[in-house]
C-alpha cells in the first residue's frame, strides 16, 4: 500500500450520512421508537439489514429521499403488520434534522478544512442536508446531492458531477462501500473507507479501498 500524503490531494469529498453524520443512531432512534408504539419488537440489527435491503431498491425507481424514506418506512409497515398515519410516514425524512454527527467527525473536518477544500456527494435532498449542514459545523466549498444530479449513489453521475465541481485531485472518504467506495474506485479515484464500527445501514459489499481507517479521526491524524 502507498503512503497517504496530503500533498497529493487539492480536494477531500466525503459521503454525508454513515461517515459523518451516525445514521444508524438516527434511523434506530426514529423507527424503533415507532415500531414499539404499535408492538412491534425487533432487533436493531434487523432494522439496519432490512433498510439497507429497501433503500437502494427503491432509490432505484428515482423521487426525492423524501419519498425514498417514505417508501422505506411503508415496507417496514408491510412486512411487519402495522398502519403508519401520514404523519409518521413524513416524520422519518424530518427526522434528519436530529440526526447527530459521531463524536469524532467535528474536530477531524476542522483540521481537514484548514488543510484541503472539502466537499460533500450524498444520497439526499438539498434542504435535508440543510438540516445535517448546521451540525458539522464548515463550510463546505460543493455540496452535490441526489436533488440536484437526479440519480443516486453508486450510479456514476454523482461522481462525475462532484468531478466537474471540485478541483482535482480528489480523495474520497466514506464508510459505504456499496455507495461510495465501488464507484469511486471504478472511476479511478483513491478512496478511504471509514469503517464505523457495528451493524451497517448500507448494502455489504466486497470493495478494495486505497486506505482504512477505523475513524474519522484516526484519518485526520494520518493526512495532517
Same mark, same amino acid.
Given at each position: 500500500m502507498t503512503e497517504l500524503q496530503a500533498d497529493n490531494y487539492k480536494t477531500l469529498t466525503f459521503d454525508c450520512y454513515g461517515t459523518l453524520i451516525d445514521w444508524e443512531s438516527g434511523i434506530l432512534g426514529y423507527l424503533?421508537?415507532?415500531?414499539?408504539?404499535?408492538?412491534?419488537?425487533?432487533?436493531?440489527?434487523?432494522v439496519l439489514e432490512f433498510f439497507a435491503a429497501? &433503500?437502494?431498491?427503491?432509490?432505484?425507481?428515482? *423521487?426525492? $429521499?423524501?419519498?425514498?424514506?417514505?417508501?422505506?418506512? @411503508?415496507?417496514?409497515?408491510?412486512?411487519?403488520?402495522?398502519?403508519?398515519?401520514?404523519?409518521t410516514l413524513a416524520g422519518f425524512a424530518d427526522s434528519i434534522e436530529h440526526w447527530h454527527p459521531y463524536p469524532d467527525t467535528i474536530a477531524a473536518l476542522k483540521r481537514l478544512a484548514d488543510r484541503f477544500q472539502l466537499a460533500i456527494v450524498s444520497n439526499v435532498d438539498d434542504d435535508l442536508f440543510a438540516y445535517s449542514a448546521?451540525?458539522?459545523?464548515?463550510?463546505?466549498? &460543493?455540496?452535490?446531492?441526489?436533488?440536484?444530479? *437526479?440519480? $443516486?449513489?453508486?450510479?456514476?453521475?454523482?461522481?462525475? @458531477?462532484?468531478?466537474?465541481r471540485v478541483e482535482a485531485p480528489v480523495l474520497h472518504v466514506a464508510q459505504s462501500r456499496f455507495h461510495d467506495i465501488v464507484p469511486a474506485t471504478e472511476l479511478g479515484l483513491d478512496t478511504?473507507?471509514?469503517?464505523?464500527?457495528?451493524?451497517?445501514?448500507?448494502?455489504t459489499i466486497?470493495?478494495?479501498?486505497?486506505?482504512?481507517?477505523?475513524?474519522?479521526?484516526?484519518?485526520?491524524?494520518a493526512i495532517c
Open positions: 424503533q421508537t415507532l415500531l414499539r408504539s404499535y408492538d412491534v419488537n425487533v432487533v436493531d440489527s434487523w429497501a &433503500e437502494p431498491d427503491v432509490q432505484a425507481g428515482g *423521487g426525492s $429521499y423524501r419519498s425514498v424514506l417514505t417508501q422505506v418506512l @411503508e415496507r417496514f409497515a408491510d412486512r411487519l403488520a402495522f398502519t403508519p398515519s401520514d404523519d448546521k451540525h458539522l459545523e464548515v463550510t463546505f466549498d &460543493e455540496v452535490i446531492t441526489a436533488q440536484q444530479v *437526479g440519480t $443516486y449513489k453508486p450510479d456514476h453521475a454523482m461522481f462525475h @458531477e462532484l468531478l466537474k478511504v473507507w471509514i469503517e464505523r464500527p457495528g451493524s451497517s445501514a448500507a448494502r466486497e470493495a478494495q479501498p486505497t486506505w482504512t481507517f477505523a475513524t474519522l479521526g484516526d484519518f485526520a491524524d
